[in-house]
């Protein structure tokens, strides 16, 4: 006996939508990243030197998002 495939209604508009949500964040990041290729000076403690301005706002949000991870852990774990 042959089994029947149903398909559910919706399921493949959603992959679509995620590839058009996927294709204009890439684009929006290509963008960012050719209007912020000046180096910036960066100073921190006894280091210093020069990096493109993508790459040092790229590492802050970076460092900020595993911050805000690692307190929210810590939080819960007090709790």
Do not use: Y
Request: hydrophobic share 60%.
């Amino acid at each position: 006996m042959a089994e029947e495939v149903v398909e559910t209604p919706g399921k493949q508009g959603g992959a679509n939508a995620r590839l058009i949500l996927a294709g204009v964040a890439l684009v929006a990041l290509a963008l960012f990243v050719f209007q912020n290729t000046d180096d910036a000076e960066v100073r921190f403690l006894w280091m210093k030197g020069s990096i493109p301005l993508f790459l040092l706002l790229l590492v802050t949000v970076v460092l900020t998002l595993v911050i805000g991870l690692v307190a929210a852990w810590w939080i819960r774990r007090r709790d």
